[in-house]
């Protein structure tokens, strides 16, 4: 598969005049894909049952003839006004009880059944008309679940939809009451009927409760998504898509992957940085203009494992492409600086050196009206050459004697999985403290070590041919997992909250967690910290925020200045009792990197490396050239290497 | 009067073979009293009017007869969901207008008739039940009124209940008019069905209206509780209590204590610490392992007071308890650390030397599921002793040869007034300003002096035998209190904001206050202050937050380096203009307290002290040994000398 | 014109046998004017209809016997109850939906035409009887329009009025959907009676919606003002007002001012400070006894031009008072703390100085009822002199011999445009900037520099004879004013953002921003910038916040250390591409001084001057006295010189 290049284009908000000139220029700056229709719903049916087809035939036809790839959306993001007017309450509804209004787009509530139809019977007529459209090479569902907040619907619909979930997963409601607890405050039901959705309770709700509202929440959108790809998979053999959002965790990205060809992401790094990285104050000034050095990369190799979801490939060689590239400033951030020269290339190339098949800049030319209108393109608004296709071409370029894909195997792989992401935003116990945060960092120190990284999802069967598999707080595993992983010959990092929860939400407490085969490790207490409290480690580095009590016959590898086990081992398995900061990660990388026989090297702040079959890249994500190897890399460099 | 241990048990959560070996082991390890029953309404009547009795027997059986004393709650904190389901409406409403929804607890409206109907009821059946059980010793009502927010409701119900509370209160809708100033901006009613509750309003109500509600919505708590204690004195001898929560000053807890024997309050220091106790950083910092040294220590105070409400003893002899006592990590506040060894032992102890009866500790086996599982407990969830069991039986050995409970008067008095807590609420004219956080300041300055102290409620009868008597911050005196006070043989220290307000919250202003009899001071303006704008004092110390001016004949104590006076001093009579920092209320101590004939010793940080008729304690809530009287006092250390 | 003082005055809150005595102690302290009436409107009319003037009459006629001069209100502001039942939907809508309640004051909405109707009504009668009143010699239309965020209702009346809005705007709705460009996100209707407000939209609306509404809302209260105006004039010939509130930009004040005689705004330096200015902590500390040393300065500058706005005077003649004086501590601000002694009495003679006509105290009397009972008076609640009260009797003395008003057009002009503002705020694009936040940093370096300064409504007639015209940040500027700048013979400074959107919030793109005649500039890029990311220029200073990248052919007069041109200019017209920091904007304004033959002195930190035709005035805003000129000028100092 050949690395390509690619853009966002709204036909619909362009003379058609242009269209040519544009296609010919995209061709001309080495593009391959253009992605279009994902918000054009509107020029489609611009009232019920009007359909104009003619512009979006003619537009597919110019790009087609100058030679792009049509990436083709379905318009299901953005429903019309005439579509809310005739189905009044298929507007999501707030935690405070507001209906999510008309006049922005995502006003949708995914368990609405008159919405779910208005979709099948748009797609339907999409899938029809393009379906084996020659230029159509691709399709993307709908756009970016859940940004803007847009899984959690507290509708009536949504109410409605979770009880007949909820009658699906508990054979009756006394099974229900005794699996959430629900006696602990009189919270039993005496019947479905009366299961309301968890918001605006007095105090925090039962977080069972809590928790299967967010199982539903997730798959009602898997099931929204199925229902489109079920509908173009009778029109179609293209590869089907969804350009899911960054840090975006509120549904299971790899249930909705099962149904998809492709994985893709929409990648803005200094948005991202500002916005939800969760960097400290001093790592958003170091890194204002380049973006988090491993925020990027861990969606990347997320991605990828999404993309394998389907099931036909092995996790490393999932398909992935970015579909939004950030190409300068954009406009939603808290604030919005202009990327460091060479950034645009560089965040392409990390891409590429991840195993992506495609890159495509959002957008083609910056708009001039609405919402984005701040939302730098990779043509000015005047249709004057902006910074970021000049590095766009360079890419272009260098791609000519590049290598296709090479999917590998990394040597390390670190488990993800979406449903303990909830599980800690249901009960963090600690202010500030989330599961995405505590992989995000266990990443970071992986990378920090110089290591090419596997993201898996929690599944028995993907395991094997990995020196070492962390899996940081994971707090429900099947008795399956835990025995692959006891079975692995990796070496397996677990902790903190291992196994510290049910599929329900109950503490399993005979034993007490993590209740591992083969690591006789005992979770006696835990306890949470605020931020001025670390606790330092014998030999360096400390936990901050979570620290459990831990007791066994296992080998202490880390413990407190006080003598408290903070990391233990048996076997090929290692407990790790807490969050530990920069330093106690990086000791314990070298720990498991060392047992596992793995190639570690400390790089440099900013400096960061991936493998692929034939290929090292460097990247300097730093405003300094910095030595890497023996060379200088500039700022905002990228070096490749072949492997020999 | 023993000094006792006990726990809080919740049969219904665990299978019924073990609560035999619970109740073995819960006497082993030297408890007396064990409260059950106060969210089990929901298993005594799973549907409207079939009542499940036989397990509550059995158990009630079990633990009586292995030699613990039950302490019965009545269930109206959590009703089932049918009640709900029968009253729609018995929801609180928020001050947003939403109701506030089943799906944890306290979900009821104190003014909506039908659930206090429903409370009638179900009350009635478990009183009739168990009102003569030899096994059922004591009482409690509902559960911590006021937790979470839930005195105040915008409901329906509370507007309907305002308005009858209004007509009782003031002849005619002309006098409520002049009595609140409300030609102010044309505010006045033409009937009292106009009258609407304050919140939603424009900009902020006028405070007098808003005053009203307050005093209101606590006489509505008064109302409910009254309604069943007197259900439950049909049927039992036993006393009845209630368990208040720390700083929930949203009603009077001396008004509810009137009706009940026993006052009791759950003590979580270092959930207190981080949530409430409005500690600096590095207070909190300083004792994130140990509480405030103050907080717990005031509220014991303090329910000694509340607990001689029902006007049988002498505030001293106040009879109250420990209802729930932290033995570990909680799981509600923004971080939840453990405890440091020792603690749990000291804030026992704290209680006794404060005069408790009984110190129950919460919970006695950690929970699995629900909205507390990681709340600590004397068991761990597994069965196994927690830590904090081994302290409850070093303090259930220590007991053995301690003197019983031994009230005696302090000889310093400081006055807690609930109202004034809502005055200062209502109008605190500078951010950060409580009532409450004025008097913790002055209770600390007391106690860092060394003294014993008794809390007083703002009542003529109560100041006889004092040498000092502290009135911070009382915006509402009545002439009888002005005169006890003026005729009292204390030293009584008034001001900031004394008589500032007339009950219906309008500034007296002929003559201006505080208008106090024997003293010449007038407030002729006052002044709130940034944090970065402390007055210094000459002298030492620093007004900070709020300050008056004053004018007058008498005395000047302390002035400003400028040179305005801060307190002055007229016979008995000391008026503090501001609010003092540490330096300025340890020097206003000193001054009073020489004047008094008080023994003052300055104690080291992190040191508190108290007498009982014939102990001396001292605590060290530090993490450091310290020595006090010649000995080293190790880190959450207690010490207990015989007074000779 | 004689420059006099005043003050606010509520006869409806005290005795009538102190009116008497009230005014002549008002005649004594050199008092001209009383206000009074405007929150009166539920003691002129307690029910419907039953009209009480007789107490009215002999207010006025009390005052006027004794000399004084009436200013009578229009009540409108405060609405009785009954006028609610009347008309429960009048209420203004907050963001959230939510009815914003009786109870305080402003609790209207400007759409609703059933309250229009009372106010026709009511503002009839009261004009009829009082309009030909010797005694009342101006009027004032309502009080503070938007105070308290009351311009901007969700209302279903506002949304009906908003679509008959649009429709007269826009001649279909297709129209509309082009101009907004709602193809964006499919937002393109089929109707103008689908077009919502606004608010509670899933992710920000379009920026045109939004900037359309704030349009609207801005029109309503022109009307809703005019409505009163016409009235008025049946019966007076007597000016008429209306007292602005500061800093309060949601209508646009030179329209309401263009009905309207007299200009006039209530200024309250210290609770602004706390509350609006957006001052630095550190400034907030330095001037927490004074006040921002500019903002009450650019009020008395703006309001001269909102009183030029009716057109009969040039702008720099416009005729404005300072309706509310704040005469010591407020109640209202964070904290409120009280002036350093002398400030009452500098901010008079600061009006003054920027050509008041008037300035009344408020209020006479502290009033001990109600919201404002912590606001400070000339008098005490008690009837005694208050501090502020010595220090008008002192400007009194004063005013003996000193000048009348003595208007005299600036050699400097800064644009001040409320459609701007309404643009930043719409679409800010980094966190904290506005619009009148840029506006108030330029007019601070203009002060700085010990300019005189006039504020200029966005207007093509009104640049004639100055030497320089600062245009910082308007967004939206037609053809005729660019025509009138580039015609200038002034220096004229644009940017940032000049001209970047069209009049409905779109971006013009043919040529892109700011497309301005005769400057061969072109903004090719923006950023913003976080706090601590400052880009320093060569030469000294820095920007902050906001930066474009510009490219052109004009000369570069400031550019980044890195060579990025930052200011560029071309004959007499300069373009700032950014915000500059104080140091940045000091070298801005030398730059443009030099070339403007202006006379420039960099005064002292807090020293203020400004010239009438023959007076120079120096006020000295800090606590320590300054040298200048020669002399001391004491702390709160002001000192006048007659100009030769």
């Known amino acids: 598969m050949k690395r390509t290049l690619g853009t966002c284009y709204y036909p619909e908000h362009w003379p058609e005049e242009i269209w040519e000139q544009d296609a010919a220029r995209m061709v001309e700056a080495g593009l391959t894909w253009i992605r279009i229709g994902e918000f054009a719903w509107s020029r489609i049916e611009p009232t019920p049952g009007d359909l104009h087809w003619d512009w979006l035939d003619r537009a597919i036809e110019v790009l087609g003839r100058a030679g792009l790839k049509v990436v083709l959306g379905t318009p299901t993001a953005t429903p019309p006004r005439w579509v809310v007017d005739k189905h009044p309450d298929m507007l999501a509804v707030d935690a405070d009880g507001n209906p999510r209004k008309f006049g922005s787009r995502r006003h949708y509530c995914f368990s609405h059944a008159g919405y779910l139809d208005e979709c099948r019977r748009i797609v339907g007529l999409v899938a029809e008309r393009y379906g084996a459209n020659p230029h159509v090479a691709a399709w993307q569902t709908d756009n970016e679940y859940g940004c803007h907040d847009t899984i959690i619907s507290y509708s009536d619909a949504a109410r409605l939809a979770f009880r007949d979930w909820l009658r699906a997963r508990y054979d009756s409601v006394e099974v229900l009451n005794k699996a959430w607890g629900n006696i602990f405050w009189s919270m039993e039901y005496n019947s479905f009927d009366q299961i309301d959705l968890p918001n605006l309770t007095v105090t925090e709700p039962n977080p069972a409760h809590v928790m299967a509202f967010r199982r539903f929440s997730s798959d009602q959108v898997v099931v929204f998504n199925k229902v489109q790809v079920d509908i173009l998979k009778q029109h179609t053999s293209a590869p089907i898509a969804h350009n899911y959002m960054g840090r975006i965790t509120d549904f299971d990205h790899y249930d909705v992957g099962a149904d998809l060809e492709i994985a893709s992401w929409d990648s803005y790094p200094l948005g991202f940085l500002e916005d939800r990285v969760g960097a400290s104050l001093e790592e958003q000034r170091d890194y204002a203009r ?123 792989a670190l488990v993800f999985d979406y449903a303990s992401d909830w599980m800690w935003a249901t009960q963090p116990q600690g202010q500030g403290l989330s599961y995405f945060g505590l992989v995000l960092d266990t990443y970071r120190a992986l990378r920090r070590a110089g290591l090419t990284v596997d993201i898996l999802p929690l599944r028995a069967d993907v395991f094997d041919g990995y020196k070492a598999i962390f899996v940081p707080g994971v707090m429900y595993l099947s008795d399956e997992i835990k025995a692959a992983l006891s079975a692995s010959k990796a070496q397996v990092v677990l902790g903190p909250r291992t196994g510290a929860r049910d599929a329900d939400f109950v503490m399993p407490h005979a034993p007490l967690p993590p209740a591992m085969p083969g690591l006789d490790v005992t979770v006696s207490r835990l306890e949470t910290l605020r931020p001025d409290m670390p606790i330092a480690l014998q030999g360096g580095g400390a936990i901050t925020g979570y620290l459990e009590e831990i007791e066994g016959s296992a080998e202490t590898l880390l413990k407190t200045e006080a003598g408290a086990p903070v990391a233990m081992r048996q076997g090929n398995l290692t407990y790790m009792a807490g969050w530990g900061d920069g330093a106690a990660m990086d000791r314990l990388v070298a720990l498991i990197g060392g047992a596992a026989g793995l190639e570690l090297r400390q790089l440099p702040k900013g400096i960061r490396t991936r493998d692929t079959a034939t290929e090292r890249f460097w990247f300097n994500h730093t405003t300094e050239a910095v030595e890497v190897e023996g060379e200088m890399l500039p700022a905002a460099g990228v070096r490749r290497v072949a492997l020999t």
């Open 290 to 412: 380049q973006g988090d050095p491993d925020f990027q990369a861990f969606h990347h190799d997320l991605y990828r494992a999404v993309g394998a979801a389907k099931g036909n490939q092995p996790v490393a060689q999932g398909r992935w492409w970015v579909m939004e590239q950030q190409p300068g400033p954009v406009n939603w951030a808290p604030y919005n600086p202009s990327p460091l020269p060479g950034m645009v290339r560089l965040w392409t190339w990390e891409a590429f050196a991840h195993g992506a098949e495609a890159v495509c800049y959002f957008r083609w030319r910056q708009a001039p009206f609405a919402q984005e209108q701040l939302h730098a393109g990779l043509l000015r608004p005047d249709s004057v050459d902006a910074p970021a296709i000049h590095e766009a071409r360079q890419v272009r370029d260098e791609l000519i004697d590049a290598p296709e894909v090479q999917p590998k195997q990394a040597p390390v």
